[in-house]
């Protein structure tokens, strides 16, 4: 056989192969996203150092688990003061309502011994509670994420010390195109695959966009962009087999995509 029946006898098998592949089933479509995490972020009220850490990133703890403690010795100081001021409150009012009894007194000065006692007892108690606040205590149940605070440093007021992820709040993120919104709907069930991952992972869609966007923020594929994209999110029904930022390929099932 010459060199040119060869080449077209080649090319006549792959035009069949082609047309062979073409000819057979479509396999579902699928969509590229990612996990994604919705954290609880733990933060003082007031600023000041941290003076212990009491959980490492990646340990599991419980609701009332002590995360952290700052130093107190302002709020501690401030108490003590209010404790004093409540002390003297409280001696005036014995001796005011004493007067008050004897007929010495009179009912003008006992009220204003009751309502000092009273803003001193108020006091007081927002003291406690400033100072109850100076440990940080997990709020859920999860695993410690990320520390942004370690022993010895400054936490301004209300910055998180350390974020916890319950594992509920992990979600898988993905767009579609605006022809393939209709396949989906809430409370469907979807089909998760990534690298190294189990087979059976799978994820229910809880939110779909009601706004168009242009371009995801995370792009993994080059025909996503510049596409008119609707924003999905799904809860995963395996979380503790993915990870926050893992890239993801959704699939729906192929009766879904009729």
Not at 94 to 99: G, K, N, P
Not at 143 to 155: D, H, N
């Amino acid at each position: 056989m010459t060199t040119l029946g060869v080449i077209v006898r080649a090319g006549a098998v792959l035009a069949l192969t082609v047309l062979a592949a073409g000819c057979g089933p479509k396999s579902p479509p699928g969509y590229q996203g990612w996990v994604e995490a919705d954290m609880i972020f733990v933060s003082p009220d007031e600023s000041g150092r941290v003076t212990r850490l009491n959980v490492r990133e990646g340990d599991a703890v419980e609701v009332g688990t002590l995360l952290y403690s700052v130093d107190d010795d302002l709020q501690q100081a401030d108490l003590n003061q209010n404790k004093a001021t409540l002390a003297n409150a409280q001696q005036t009012y014995d001796r005011a309502a004493s007067l008050r009894k004897t007929g010495a007194g009179t009912q003008a000065t006992l009220d204003s011994a009751v309502s000092t006692l009273r803003v001193a007892e108020a006091r007081v108690n927002t003291s406690e509670t400033r100072l109850s606040r100076r440990k940080g205590f997990a709020p859920v149940a999860g695993t410690i994420q990320q520390i942004y605070f370690r022993e010895g440093e400054m936490v301004p007021a209300q910055r998180p010390v350390l974020s916890i992820m319950p594992p509920g709040n992990m979600k898988i993120r993905f767009f579609v195109s605006e022809p393939d919104l209709p396949k989906l709907k809430i409370g469907q069930d979807v089909r998760i695959t990534c690298d190294n991952c189990a087979s059976d992972l799978a994820a229910k869609i809880y939110f779909i966009a009601t706004q168009a966007e242009y371009t995801p923020p995370v792009i993994y594929s080059l025909e996503e962009r510049n596409k008119l994209v609707f924003l999905i999110q799904a809860r995963p029904n395996r979380p503790d087999n993915l990870r926050v930022g893992q890239p993801i390929t959704v699939q729906l099932d192929a009766a879904t995509t009729h």
